[in-house]
């Protein structure tokens, strides 16, 4: 139900934001308009044989009603028809603008009687009523193919961005229920092998894996979310794995306040250390030392997770995770960030780096 709820919200917020985006270019455009009228207007010569000493003030009103009018066609018709009918033939579209240029020159030529305006000097207006009106017809259907064109161009480009954007969270989402079956996996085949070795130890293995588990449900499960949010819930697995290796497994932090509030995909740094462990540690006689550390260095993200291992004793699989991870990353952070592993001298080193961006509430 929470999902839901913040589906329609993330869907409403969206719609509110590209219909500020289109109010706001069809403002910008009439302001443009009416600059570039007003200059037009109050640069032409006057002369006294003419109509020309009528106020100023009118002809600036009349265009500003005149181009209001437009406004409001290409909103209500132009607009409402492509929304209504995305499919449409060029022929019935070129009607719908038709229709557009004909109400336009109607109203522009009964506010220009109403209001007693007159342009001189133009040659349209030296050739007759009928050629006044046919010229006005066509500027205004040149001026609605233009608004069309940019309109529906800039609709095409947000709608490829906006489908781009489902598929990438569709296959984030394919993963985050690829890997959370996966950490399910190895967690119960970790109590599995324990409870044979001592009972009560499952049973308190079992209660630690509620408790992470619960922690997970109760937080809506996102593509990404802040450092220390993660490290939280990694400290939930490490409670699991020290009831598990006791001595055996020493855990060393190092992470600076400002990494914490930096963005990293949900599960994983638990990625990570659940591989050091799981491939590192627990293979170990003597167990070894688990180093996370975490850094802001020139714009980035920097995490490191250290480990020793020893290469005969690490089992085969399917390395679920670390893909998974290396997946997430180039999808959340458009491949600017990279996951890399290095080996010296039985040590395990995966540096994450990725762009830093701070996490609000992080």
Known sequence: MNKGKHYQADKMS????????????????????????????????GHADE???LPIAKEIIRSFLS??????????????????SPSTTFIAYFKVILQCAV???????????????????????????LVELASLVLFNILFFMLWSLIYLTITSIRDRRKLAEQLKNQQLASLMNQINPHFL??????????IFEDEDKA??????????FRY?????????????????????????????????LRIELNNSDESLLAKIPTMGLLTLVENAIKHGVANLKD???????????????????????????IKSGTKVGLKNLTQRIGLIFSGQGSLKQTTDNNIFHVTMTLPYEPVKNG
Request: proline share 2%.
């Open 14 to 45: 969206e719609s509110i934001k590209n219909n500020l985006a289109y109010y706001l270019c069809q403002l910008i455009g009439f302001a443009i308009i009416m600059v570039f009228t007003a200059i037009g207007v109050l640069s032409m010569p």
């Open 51 to 53: 109509v020309m000493p």
């Open 67 to 84: 181009y209001s009018v437009t406004v409001l066609l290409s909103h209500y018709l132009l607009r409402s028809y492509h929304k209504h």
């Open 103 to 129: 109400i336009a020159t109607t109203v522009d030529k009964c506010l220009s009687l109403l209001l007693q305006t007159h342009t001189p000097d133009f040659f349209i207006y030296q050739h007759g009523l």
């Open 185 to 194: 996996f190895n967690s119960l085949n970790t109590i599995r092998g324990m």
């Open 203 to 212: 049973a308190e293995l079992v209660t630690q894996l509620s408790t992470l």
């Open 216 to 248: 997970n449900l109760s937080t809506d499960t996102k593509a990404h979310t802040s450092l220390g949010k993660e490290l939280a819930v990694c400290q939930h697995y490490l409670a699991i794995e020290d009831i598990r290796l006791g001595e055996r």
């Open 287 to 313: 167990g070894g030392t688990l180093t996370l550390k975490s850094q802001v260095k020139a714009e980035q993200l920097i995490i490191d997770v250290i480990n020793p291992y020893q290469s005969d004793l």
